[in-house]
């Protein structure tokens, strides 16, 4: 990575619902305390700063987000934020902010790092940072992360790749990549458990300005008008140009949008200890568990319960006779969920939504 411009653009945007009724509309995942004693934000912020400098950086958000993530990282220049026109997904914040690099060096590469992610093994998580970043630096390539799959996901993405091709960079393998599937039935997911050549898709992306806009040109040329009038929005400096410019981009992932179509991928095992938190239940993989399973925070008397996760803090919970619950007490709401189940939440917020006396809830 010596001599290299590498620029981390962190992803900081993101409505998340399944973290109900802790998260709202107005306080999102990658704000909250629920992984560590800092803000997963900061958290993202902090292990890559040993890989790239803080003028470096640039967090992507909308304005009123962007304004949580300013007060949270208040030693940043205001140029590491880069603000969003509007939220529209993953596809039009990521060409934004590679359309800004591109206009600063083409050959900057920048590594794409969603802020609501944990990663347990930070060294080893960084090592892989910089020999991805060497990669992409030296081919005209997309790199990614795939993380080995542990169990039969029907949650995740899924990357096929060839595991005989592999090139080896610094200390990692990359493999070229095969293709993408989104979030396949349990059936096909067993079936990609068990083949050896799948990884889940961590949204980890690493690409020179450069490369992402030819790419972008030979494989999704409908996307290119849209790069060209966000590149000419950005260097007029009009606010105006720059939201129409936005508007032109499809409201779509970046695997949907482009990382699909694409030739050139390659994938390195993202073996450092990935989760993407997506829901309640998975952190009790996260906090400590008690002999019966159970993973709380706040004080929790547990007679004859067992697997439960419990977000109370400052407060005692009793569990008497239960399996596999989720209980978050928020103050002003409570939720109470099999624990099987818990990616429904978001189903609650859509029901909180249909009723005007409960939006304050949202």
């Not at 004080?299 to 977000?311: G, I, M, Q, R, T």
């Amino acid at each position: 990575m010596k001599g290299r411009d590498v620029r981390a653009v962190i992803l900081a945007g993101g409505r998340g619902t399944r973290f109900w009724p802790l998260g709202r509309a107005a306080r999102p995942k990658q704000f909250l305390k629920i992984a560590g004693a800092e803000p997963m934000l900061v958290e993202t912020v902090r292990r890559v700063r040993p890989l790239v400098p803080p003028r470096n950086l640039l967090l992507v958000a909308d304005a009123a987000q962007t304004r949580q993530a300013r007060k949270l990282l208040p030693k940043l220049a205001r140029s590491c934020f880069l603000v969003e026109p509007e939220a529209r997904n993953t596809a039009p914040a990521l060409m934004l902010a590679t359309a800004r690099v591109w206009l600063e060096n083409p050959e900057a590469v920048l590594a794409v790092l969603p802020a609501d992610h944990i990663i347990r093994d930070r060294e080893a998580f960084r090592r892989r940072l910089a020999d991805a970043v060497e990669a992409a630096a030296r081919d005209r390539v997309i790199v990614t992360f795939g993380i080995p799959p542990t169990y039969p996901a029907t949650g995740y993405g899924y990357i096929r790749h060839d595991r005989t091709a592999g090139r080896k960079v610094g200390g990692t393998i990359f493999y070229p990549g095969l293709g993408f599937t989104e979030k396949p039935g349990l059936s096909l997911a067993d079936e990609y458990l068990a083949a050896g050549d799948q990884a889940w898709n961590s949204g980890i992306f690493l690409w020179r300005a450069g490369v992402f806009a030819e790419k972008i040109e030979r494989f999704a040329p409908g996307l290119a008008p849209a790069w060209k009038a966000l590149v000419a929005a950005l260097r007029s400096g009009s606010a105006a140009g720059l939201k129409a410019a936005y508007r032109l981009v499809p409201a779509l992932s970046i695997d949907y949008a482009l990382m699909e179509k694409i030739e050139g991928l390659v994938v390195a095992d993202g073996d450092f200890g990935w989760s993407d938190v997506g829901s309640w239940s998975t952190l009790a993989e996260i906090w400590p568990r008690d002999a019966s399973g159970n993973a709380a925070r706040g004080e929790v008397v547990a007679l004859d319960a067992k697997d439960c996760l419990v977000w109370n803090p400052g407060r005692v919970t009793a569990l008497v006779g239960v399996r596999d619950l989720v209980v978050v007490d928020a103050g002003d709401a409570l939720l109470i969920c099999d624990a099987a189940l818990d990616q429904k939440v978001k189903d609650v917020v859509a029901a909180l939504k249909r009723k005007k006396s409960l939006l304050k809830y949202v």
